[in-house]
């Protein structure tokens, strides 16, 4: 089989309810051939004739024709191999009870209930496709998202992608308000003196001079601060174009 110049190979899965069709339509939105629900054994044979240079998406979940979780994992491993495919499998998780009202909303059947109750057919789904979450290669959690957050959130991976650059974005948050959703790192700075009990400070936020030049004078803050920035430039990759670090 001789594959042919497609740019991107797109690989949307996740739990049934979680989103899969509203991420299907954005990305060809972005110009991707979409296909949902393709069975599995045919996506060599629509790769390998796809029109050269174009990106292609697949959305794929238990309700697809011979649907196999270690089938998909080999199909994606062998096209990461290849040069001229650049292959990314994006997962689509959402906690229990949301799906369970999205189910409820719609009315529809959940492809893995018969004389199971929804939310067992969602347990067992979830347990079936949990491998795929652990390999997936981009992650999103669409438990708080409207189809229009989803919509955004794929745009902006793949705005960022297209430029070949990093688009970074800091969160300031509650623990007490719990942590929000989809970061890929989470720094935990409870260690440091905590402005909120003093009386002065505690009307004020982080944006305050007074504010900063508390927590500075914290002795553990210089060495946090230090070491914070080895992690980002250990962890941030570089892009090459050329031969060229961007």
Not at 58 to 75: I, Q
Not at 172 to 190: A, E, H
Not at 200 to 226: M, T, Y
């Amino acid at each position: 089989m001789t594959v042919l110049d497609i740019k991107k190979l797109v690989v949307v899965t996740g739990a049934s309810g979680a989103g899969r069709t509203t991420a299907i339509n954005v990305l060809e939105d972005i110009d991707f051939e979409a296909v949902d629900n393709i069975p599995v054994s045919m996506i060599d044979d629509l790769i390998s004739k796809n029109a050269g240079d174009r990106n292609l998406a697949l959305g794929l979940d238990v309700r697809t024709r011979d649907f196999s979780v270690s089938g998909l994992l080999e199909m994606l491993r062998v096209y990461k191999g290849k040069k001229k495919v650049e292959a990314t499998l994006i997962f689509l998780s959402c906690e229990m009870n949301v799906l369970q009202r999205r189910f409820s909303e719609t009315r529809r059947r959940h492809p893995l209930a018969g004389k199971i109750s929804l939310t067992k057919a969602l347990e067992n789904e979830i347990a079936l496709i949990s491998p795929l979450k652990e390999s997936a290669d981009i992650l999103i959690d669409t438990t708080e998202m409207t189809p229009n957050n989803l919509r955004n959130e794929l745009l902006r991976v793949y705005k960022m992608n297209a430029f070949g650059h990093f688009e970074v974005s800091i969160h300031s948050f509650s623990y007490k308000k719990g942590m929000p959703r989809n970061l890929d790192m989470v720094i935990d700075c409870r260690f440091l003196s905590n402005p909120h009990w003093v009386s002065k400070l505690k009307s004020l936020d982080g944006r305050h001079p007074s504010v900063a030049k508390f927590i500075k004078e914290d002795a553990n803050c210089q060495q946090f601060l230090d070491y914070l920035i080895m992690l980002l430039k250990f962890l941030l990759p570089k892009y090459r174009k050329g031969g060229k670090s961007y």
